[in-house]
């Protein structure tokens, strides 16, 4: 029968390290550790992909927002600009019944006046109150007051009637012009 050879240095030393005889070590802690690690790193990919896929929707979602806000952006900011267009506003102070100024007179810092002003010119808008669903418009021409006293806005949301002019635009009109010019 066969005799196994003697093993002599190096080798002798190798094959001391290897256990002896028949037993072998069992195959099923090593079956069921590779089982583990197989299943452990298929369930870490389905996570890892679940993962991608739920922040490719939330971009998805944050990109569809960004668009929408873009384009109520733009959308404000055309009707910004419409209404800060040079035309748009002297319509608007028309309808307000603002009429252009004269020549200013300026304060020098000693008190006294630079230049001589002019009265605002005197132009009859037609100043129109809406009532209902009818537009009546206001047949008598309101005068300009060369030294207009502010008046607050009204607070309530109803139509916006012209304040009655003040006694001094009254006396204005009667006052003579100014002779020097």
């Known amino acids: 029968m066969s005799r196994k050879p003697e093993l002599r240095g190096r080798a002798a030393r190798l094959a001391r390290l290897f256990p002896a005889g028949p037993a072998q070590a ?100 037609a100043v129109s109150l809406m009532l209902g669903p009818k537009v009546i418009a206001s047949p008598s021409p309101t005068p300009a007051s060369p030294s207009p006293t502010p008046t607050p806005a009204p607070a309530s949301d109803s139509a916006a009637v012209p304040p009655a002019p003040s006694a001094q635009a009254a006396q204005s009109q009667h006052a003579p012009t100014n002779p020097g010019r």
């Open 26 to 125: 069992a195959r099923t802690p090593f079956v069921l550790l590779v089982v583990l690690l197989l299943g452990g790193g298929l369930i870490g990919l389905l996570v890892l992909n679940s993962a991608l896929s739920e922040g490719s929707f939330r971009l998805d979602d944050l990109k569809a927002d960004t668009k929408s806000l873009t384009d109520e952006e733009q959308a404000l900011q055309r009707d910004v600009d419409g209404h800060s267009a040079p035309d748009a506003l002297q319509r608007r102070a028309r309808e307000l019944g603002m009429v252009p100024g004269g020549d200013p007179a300026f304060l020098n810092p000693d008190g006294t006046v630079r230049g001589v002003p002019d009265p605002a010119a005197l132009e009859t808008p």
